[in-house]
């Protein structure tokens, strides 16, 4: 006799979209009366400490196209090193800054912007410290599972060559991909390619 199974089965995987845009940031899709700002949208205030950056990231498809209907999460350490989060247990940290941002990409250029702060050192694992970096979340329209990689600081050389997760990278000439250039006003570019040549270095998390 077959014997029943007290227990849920698995739901079908579905694709992100095209419907990320209203579900996560309906203000800028220019739907009014859900969130009075859309949530991650403001990281900082007039209060919060450290050297303030703006960061513009653009993901680009394997031809260099923008693509026009992602979304952008960040994370991040404050000026100090610490994270705006219950689990961290080394030290308050600056109550004014949050830590954590979303956008989308803009219709018409495929780029979005994050107005930060620069990240102080965080300790890896094994207590070694890593170099200042903002952790990359990237979900669009036929990407099934969320895309996780970082963006590092080209000013750090030295930092960047001790960092423990950049050492574990085995294709030494893929490490730029996690480099952001550096403009002239002391904004940050950083480009995110899913595939081609210049594929991102993504990490399995």
Not at 50 to 79: C, F, H, N, Y
Not at 113 to 139: S, Y
Not at 143 to 161: D, Q, S, V, W
Not at 180 to 187: K, P
């Amino acid at each position: 006799m077959a014997q029943s199974l007290d227990r849920l089965r698995e739901s079908a995987s579905q694709t992100a979209g095209p419907y990320v845009h209203i579900g996560l940031t309906p203000n800028f899709c220019g739907i009014g009366g859900v969130y009075e700002n859309d949530l991650g949208a403001g990281m900082v205030n007039d209060k919060t400490k450290g050297e303030r950056i703006s960061v513009r990231m653009r993901v680009l498809d394997g031809t260099g196209t923008p693509l026009k209907d992602a979304l952008v999460e960040i994370w991040q350490a404050d000026t100090d090193g610490l994270y705006n989060s219950p689990s961290e247990m080394r030290g308050a940290a600056d109550p004014n800054f949050v830590g954590w941002g979303r956008k989308a990409t803009d219709m018409d250029t495929g780029e979005c912007m994050f107005e930060t702060v620069k990240p102080g050192w965080v300790p890896f694992k094994d207590g070694r410290l890593m170099a200042p970096h903002i952790t990359v979340w990237i979900v669009a329209r036929g990407i099934n599972i969320g895309l996780h990689t970082r963006m590092y600081f080209p000013e750090e050389e030295k930092a960047n060559a001790e960092d423990p997760v950049l050492a574990r990278i085995e294709h030494r000439v893929r490490v730029p991909t996690l480099i952001a250039e550096r403009q002239g006003d002391g904004s940050y570019i950083f480009d995110i390619h899913l595939q081609g040549e210049k594929e991102t270095v993504f990490f399995d998390i």
